[in-house]
């Protein structure tokens, strides 16, 4: 007879049977150690193209990684099924460590990060001499984004044909940047490629640039078709081997020549994420000078350390001029 209330004990509960669906959870998960090699091409609506060997795999990011989003540039592990053929979908199952990241916010008050591209080595900032006007404190900011991801930046001008460098440049001297200045009808005979070409041998760089400035013309310069082709990336390739940059795409160069990745068009270049004590790690000849800074110092205050570094001859007055400037796009809008 059962018995209830008060008069019950450990007999008469009723053992659940371990049927498979009530098999009890654990933490524990496989390490999926001959999981394949890959590397992310492109990002769209939750699905991911990705480089595995010389093979382009279709793929979806595996349940365990949680909230943890991978973008285009990452080094991840795939399982599942890798042919690359029409209606198959493998999962990324790892996330390797960064090398670097490129990051924006929407603005400088929206807390939100968004990662653009992993591991690029380089930035190249696309800007137009005239139509549209160089926008500089834009400049600056993908200048800040790069120092602090740890991009190399690279400023590519585009249409000298109507405007010449030489007041950008001059801005620009300080930093020691390396550039490329392209005409319009350079783009079109294929001189302009070769010569920006020569500064991503071996490399990944991403490019960024506000719309119209010549950016994805210059892809298309860049990568010929037939290797545009084999990333099999249905939403950004579009008629006769060209295409639109709706999201972040990455690109071969050629066979071990390095990539490019392109992103699409920016109209700002938030900033929030920014800790603008690294912007210094970007200036050498400035960072020892640094030491005698009070605690916390903005760098740009009456008891900032660098002025006398500067005065004593350790650097630059322009390099200086140069800091300063990029610590304060942090607080300023681009149009400004």
């Known amino acids: 007879m059962r018995r209830y209330g008060k008069h019950t004990d450990e007999d008469d509960i009723r053992a659940r049977p371990n049927r498979k669906g009530n098999r009890p959870r654990t933490n524990i998960r496989p390490k999926h150690e001959d999981a394949a090699e890959g590397m992310v091409l492109t ?109 190399e930046p690279l400023l590519v001008m585009t249409k000298s044909d109507l405007a010449p460098p030489d007041e950008l440049l001059e801005l620009y001297g300080a930093l020691d940047i390396p550039y490329v200045v392209t005409s319009r009808e350079e783009l079109e005979n294929g001189d302009a490629a070769d010569r920006v070409r020569e500064q991503l041998d071996g490399r990944i760089t991403a490019f960024v640039g506000h719309s119209g400035v010549g950016k994805t013309t210059l892809v298309n310069a860049l990568v010929p078709a037939d290797r545009r082709r084999t990333t099999g990336h249905v939403n950004a390739v579009t008629g006769r081997g060209r295409h639109t940059t709706t999201s972040a795409l990455a690109l071969p160069l050629s066979d071990d020549e390095g990539w490019v990745i392109d992103t699409p068009g920016v109209r700002s270049f938030g900033l929030h994420h920014v800790d603008p004590s690294r912007v210094i790690h970007a200036f050498p000849d400035l960072e020892p000078g640094t030491e005698g800074c009070p605690r916390a110092c903005s760098h740009d205050e009456p008891d900032c350390a660098l002025d006398q570094w500067v005065a004593d001859g350790h650097a630059d007055p322009q390099r200086l001029y140069s800091l300063r400037r990029l610590l304060a796009t942090r607080e300023r809008h681009e149009g400004d």
Do not use: H, W
Not at 46 to 58: H, K, S, Y
């Open 43 to 151: 990002v769209d609506r939750g699905r991911l193209t990705c480089l595995v060997e010389d093979r382009v795999v279709l793929a979806m990011k595996a349940r365990e990684l949680g909230r943890k989003a991978a973008v285009v540039g990452d080094r991840v592990a795939l399982v599942g099924d890798l042919s690359g053929k029409k209606d198959t979908l493998a999962r990324i199952v790892r996330i390797e460590p960064r090398d670097s990241v490129l990051r924006r916010t929407a603005d400088d008050d929206d807390p939100y990060e968004r990662v653009v591209v992993a591991n690029a080595d380089q930035l190249a900032i696309v800007t137009a001499l005239a139509d549209p006007e160089p926008r500089p404190r834009l400049i600056d900011r993908c200048l800040v984004a790069a120092f602090d991801g740890g991009l």
